[in-house]
């Protein structure tokens, strides 16, 4: 599915900056950790830090009066900026590029004598894309045998060229930006406007430009800064946690609906996790909250500038344990004010917007989350926690749908039928719906449909996918809202998918048994599957636990499962309910009791007064053992059945066993 829309100079603009902030971030990222070694090696072995060790810090004079170089100086110098120009030349050609890239800025970092982050930023990928534009010229033409030999001197040669060029021509301008760079914070702070710059960095990090800010001016300024004087309080301007949970405790306190319900979750994703782009879309439903960030964020770096305060090396990610692993030795008193400070400023101005603004609409949280991500330009994992609370995205074209559940053998399986018989109803015949357990997803569907409990685990495996939660499986509006995307989709095609017009045929076996549904003609596996005297009119038990416990020894009598397997019915309610919507709840095992089931089975209870089931009012439980998938033709069934309303009613009224069976559509033949 292809949508052609109007050019946008300004998204477009965005988009590159975000291009370009994400390729900066990605030569830093990944060397994280060496920026974490050095930072701790310097604060803890330096002249000023817990632990001094001339040796090590790089202070004082070995017995022979020679200086000691310790491991501090190299590390900055050559070590992290060569890992940086190594990362960006691969991501351009590979290990062939990073090699050159590598090669090109020592050059860079021999000809200017600091510490060349931004040289590294240049002439890595620089050595690379050369290299690959050189390569291509005599591709192909390398006589057979002389491939290494050309390849290892072109790489060779070409490397020390960029090294004499980067040496001469490179290390001056860059010097030149550096210090000019430097300069102009140092008057910033000794001004005292250095808290302005939260003007821009604060909404800069709300529309994803903070990488190409963060990585591309401050981390490498910062390191500079650090490098001199021991510390930097730059490496706090965009990473303090303060602002942003300042938001999310106004929206804990005073929010409405979804957003208030989620709030606290977002809020410790962001602090102790470090992840700041889950509070975005917060800001996003209430563009003036941006006012609070921007509060919070002056407040934070004034107080950092006040006290002299400040990080040995970039808090990566914005944990406030990253940040207090990373603070200066004298600096922990003003860090964690800056941070307490931020989020106060914050949080009181976000109250005020909050509390103003109570008695309008509660603004979409889902659909600013798919304002978030639409503009990131991938979907975030952190903001799966958020996307619960709303509806269906649009994305990509949606060929495959996957349920997933623990086992992916009940309530999976139960949903799939639901919404599988509403896509075909609707001609969407080229959309497939399976099902299947959390531990076997692959990240090869287009959408993933999982219940909000488990959101997070199937987010993990399915990065690339549109998520949809749900707490009713059986009844739930999303279904139909995946019907209308589908049918946008469908709109938006040039040919018409095959199938699409007219009324949907009657699945195919074939069909069918590609879609895990098991389709009952001349079938041995769903014989005996539902046995009549596993079918109980009048149940006895009275609530949850004793409900399971009937399936249970139902399963027992048909001869399915053991002990072990009831277990595992109470054992995965305790972890998510199993309760589908329409009166209908249907305990089953966990993925691990899968080895107690002897055979497949299916039993059916109906309660005269509805069991509380986790504050949901149930009237008929079904139980299930499935082995081999024999079981899930009699669960696309009994899905049809219940997300009927009049067959629901046919159920209630049922005054025999044979009647029961009959709705459930000669579930024996």
């Known amino acids: 599915m292809s949508i052609t829309a109007a050019p946008n100079r300004l998204h477009a603009a965005r988009a590159g900056v975000q291009k370009f902030g994400t390729f900066l971030s990605g030569m830093i990222m990944p060397n994280i950790g060496a920026?974490?070694?050095?930072?701790?090696?310097?604060?803890?072995?330096?002249?000023?830090?817990?632990?001094?060790?001339?040796?090590?810090?790089?202070?004082?004079?070995?017995?022979?009066?020679?200086?000691?170089?310790?491991?501090?100086?190299?590390?900055?110098?050559?070590?992290?900026?060569?890992?940086?120009?190594?990362?960006?030349?691969?991501?351009?050609?590979?290990?062939?590029?990073?090699?050159?890239?590598a090669i090109a800025t020592m050059g860079v970092i021999i000809g200017a004598g600091i510490p060349m982050f931004?040289?590294?930023?240049?002439?890595?990928?620089?050595?690379?894309?050369?290299?690959?534009?050189?390569?291509?010229?005599?591709?192909?033409?390398?006589?057979?045998?002389?491939?290494?030999?050309?390849?290892?001197?072109s790489a060779g040669i070409w490397g020390a060229l960029l090294a004499l060029f980067g040496f001469f021509a490179i290390s001056p301008v860059v010097a030149g930006i550096s210090n000019f760079a430097g300069g102009v914070v140092q008057f910033m702070v000794n001004a005292g406007i250095l808290p302005l710059t939260s003007i821009f960095i604060e909404p800069a990090k709300v529309l994803f430009l903070n990488n190409a800010v963060n990585h591309g001016v401050l981390t490498p300024l910062g390191i500079q800064q650090a490098a001199s004087q021991g510390k930097s309080i730059l490496f706090l301007l965009e990473a303090n946690p303060g602002p942003g949970l300042g938001v999310l405790l106004a929206y804990m306190f005073f929010g409405k609906g979804a957003a208030k319900a989620s709030a606290p979750g977002a809020?410790?994703?962001?602090?102790?996790?470090?992840?700041?782009?889950i509070y975005f879309p917060y800001v996003l439903m209430r563009p003036l909250l941006i006012l609070a960030t921007i509060g919070g964020g002056m407040t934070g770096i004034a107080t950092l500038a006040i006290t002299h305060a400040g990080l040995v090396a970039p808090s990566a990610p914005g944990s406030i344990i990253a940040v207090l692993a990373q603070t200066s030795r004298d600096s922990y008193v003003g860090v964690i004010l800056s941070v307490i400070l931020a989020c106060t400023v914050s949080f009181i101005i976000a109250s005020i917007i909050l509390r103003a603004s109570r008695n309008r609409e509660e603004g979409d949280l889902a659909a600013a989350t798919a304002h978030m991500e639409e503009m990131k330009g991938r979907r975030s994992m952190a903001s799966t926690l958020l996307r619960g609370a709303g509806g269906v995205a649009t994305a990509t074209e949606i060929k495959n749908i996957v349920f997933a559940c623990d086992a992916g053998m009940?309530?999976?399986?139960?949903?799939?039928?639901?919404?599988?018989?509403?896509?075909?109803?609707?001609?969407?015949r080229h959309v497939t719906v399976t099902n299947q357990s959390i531990a076997n997803l692959t990240d090869t569907y287009d959408l993933v449909v999982v219940h909000q409990d488990l959101a997070l685990r199937a987010g993990e495996k399915t990065p690339s996918a549109q998520l949809v939660t749900v707490d009713?499986?059986?009844?739930?509006?999303?279904y139909d809202e995946i019907v209308d995307l589908l049918n946008e989709q469908a709109e938006t095609e040039a040919v018409p998918f095959p199938g699409v017009a007219g009324k949907a045929e009657p699945a195919s076996e074939a069909e069918a048994a590609a879609a895990h549904v098991a389709v009952p003609h001349h079938h041995a596996e769903t014989k005996h599957v539902l046995r009549r005297e596993s079918v109980v009119l009048s149940g006895s038990a009275s609530d949850m636990a004793g409900a399971i416990d009937e399936a249970g020894r139902l399963l027992k009598a048909a001869g399915a499962v053991d002990d072990a397997y009831v277990a595992a019915m109470h054992e995965r309610e305790s972890s998510v309910s199993t309760f589908m919507g329409n009166g209908l709840a249907i305990p089953h095992g966990t993925n691990e009791a899968k080895p107690?089931?002897?055979?497949?089975?299916?039993?059916?209870?109906?309660?005269?007064?509805?069991?509380?089931?986790?504050?949901?009012?149930?009237?008929?439980?079904?139980?299930i053992a499935g082995k081999d998938k024999e079981h899930l033709g009699i669960l696309a069934k009994i899905a049809k059945v219940f997300g009927d309303r009049e067959q629901v009613a046919r159920l209630e009224a049922a005054q025999s066993v044979d009647e029961v069976l009959d709705i459930f559509g000669r579930v024996n033949a």
């Open 35 to 101: 920026f974490i070694a050095w930072g701790l090696i310097t604060a803890l072995f330096i002249k000023t830090g817990w632990l001094p060790v001339p040796a090590l810090g790089g202070f004082g004079n070995d017995p022979s009066g020679q200086p000691y170089t310790g491991l501090v100086g190299p590390m900055i110098t050559y070590m992290l900026p060569l890992l940086i120009a190594y990362t960006g030349g691969k991501a351009v050609y590979d290990v062939r590029g990073g090699v050159v890239g």
């Open 118 to 153: 931004i040289g590294a930023m240049i002439m890595g990928p620089l050595g690379g894309w050369t290299m690959k534009k050189i390569d291509a010229i005599w591709d192909g033409k390398i006589r057979p045998g002389f491939e290494m030999l050309v390849n290892n001197f």
């Open 267 to 277: 809020a410790l994703i962001h602090f102790i996790g470090g992840i700041h782009e």
């Open 410 to 428: 009940g309530s999976s399986a139960m949903g799939a039928s639901v919404l599988r018989n509403k896509i075909r109803a609707a001609g969407h």
């Open 472 to 478: 009713n499986f059986m009844g739930s509006p999303k």
């Open 596 to 623: 107690h089931i002897a055979a497949s089975a299916v039993t059916f209870v109906r309660y005269s007064e509805p069991i509380n089931w986790q504050g949901q009012a149930v009237k008929f439980v079904v139980g």
